[in-house]
């Protein structure tokens, strides 16, 4: 299946440690990849069909220093869908004069749900179907933009749906908090002051963390498998659904 990157911030943080040792894993998960930054209330896309290790598009992201409070990254191993440009991880919609951004990894079979309003899939997989059912009920649920709690309330309602289809983990964010919903495989952690030192699972790159923050910098990382060796990434349960803001489960 596919594995999922995100990142919560409580200042403009660089997420490219992170996103170099996701990349490494595309050798297996090698069909597209994609990352969005929001900036303010704007927003930054990548996606592309290619592995994220061949991909010409990744090699530049790698390299190109932008920062974000919020990022939602994914390489795709397909089970549903074509391996095409518009089936790229992550996804994008507007709703309440905010972009909001899904990420899936899992396969929801024989998941079908009536969708009536603005929000219609481009591609053919089932997390975009998915997506695009869940801001069509929670454009029902709420008239205008509620608030972070209000929405983690209405989507711990509205969650277990498609996930009664089957594996159902995702990353979902609209630039003011990023939610986390586990369904096989996702963990999570915190960096803070006092910062230390940290080294890729996968591969021969190491950061010192401390070098390059101040003490009142925070970031919450939540990724498919722990990033990292060495630092204490937590499990989440099957069915837990976390919020993360300003770098912290909220």
Not at 11 to 22: I, R
Not at 236 to 242: F, I, K, N
Request: aromatic share 10%.
């Amino acid at each position: 299946m596919c594995q999922l990157l995100g990142m919560n911030a409580n200042t403009p943080t660089d997420v490219m440690f992170s996103f170099t040792g996701l990349a490494t894993r595309a050798d297996e998960h090698k069909d597209g990849w994609g990352i969005a930054f929001f900036e303010g209330r704007g927003l930054r896309l990548f996606v592309d069909p290619e592995s994220a290790l061949a991909s010409p598009v990744a090699a530049m992201v790698r390299r190109y220093p932008i920062r974000s409070r919020q990022v939602i990254a994914h390489i795709r191993k397909a089970t549903q869908g074509q391996v095409a440009l518009e089936n790229c991880h992550p996804f994008v919609r507007e709703l309440w004069g905010r972009y909001w951004v899904f990420a899936h990894n899992g396969d929801l079979r024989g998941y079908a749900p009536p969708l009536h309003g603005a929000f219609r899939p481009v591609g053919d997989t089932d997390s975009e179907r998915a997506f695009c059912w869940l801001l069509q009920e929670l454009a029902k649920a709420h008239a205008s933009v509620p608030t972070v709690a209000e929405l983690t309330l209405t989507l711990r309602e509205l969650l277990p749906q498609p996930a009664a289809h089957g594996s159902f983990n995702l990353l979902l964010s609209n630039g003011q908090a990023l939610w986390a919903r586990a369904s096989t495989r996702l963990h999570w952690l915190v960096r803070q002051h006092p910062f230390g030192a940290a080294t890729l699972a996968d591969a021969d790159l190491s950061v010192d963390f401390a070098a390059a923050t101040s003490p009142s910098d925070r970031v919450a990382v939540v990724a498919t498998e722990p990033l990292t060796a060495g630092e204490r990434w937590q499990a989440m349960a099957p069915g837990e659904l976390q919020v993360f803001v300003d770098g912290l489960p909220a």
